[in-house]
């Protein structure tokens, strides 16, 4: 078996620019603020890309998502089920950048499958 990427991090935030702007400050960061496929703060950390959505019901204020490297979203969620992780999710798409599905591991914590379409770019 070959050893999955860490793809993406998200920090999902009550106000994206306050957290955008704290962690520029903190770490030097850049950002930049998105409004498509939904509003969304991108921050370049120099190795591993973080993403900002707004605090939802998918997204709590306390959840820090690891998202791992997917060749097959499906297949993946089976085996988390099988394995005692909960499906959050289902696999959708986002915009043309790539498909995902959020699960829970068999401790609680949230984490994301993430798989790149041919056409579009990692998140």
């Known amino acids: 078996m070959s050893k999955r990427s860490i793809v993406h991090i998200e920090i999902p935030a009550t106000n994206r620019e306050a957290g955008a702007d704290f962690y520029a400050k903190l770490f030097g960061w850049e950002f930049q603020h998105m409004n498509e496929p939904a509003p969304y703060t ?3 950390t120099g190795n591993v890309g973080i993403g900002m959505p707004d605090t939802s019901e998918m997204y709590g204020p306390n959840d820090v998502i690891v998202y791992v490297s997917s060749d097959d979203v499906t297949a993946d ?6 394995m005692g992780g909960k499906r959050i999710s289902d696999p959708f798409k986002v915009g043309e950048f790539g498909e995902m599905a959020l699960f829970t591991d068999p401790t609680g914590n949230k984490l994301a499958l993430w798989k790149e379409l041919q056409s579009g770019g990692g998140q």
């Open 42 to 44: 991108m921050l370049q």
């Open 77 to 82: 969620l089976k085996q988390i089920e099988a």
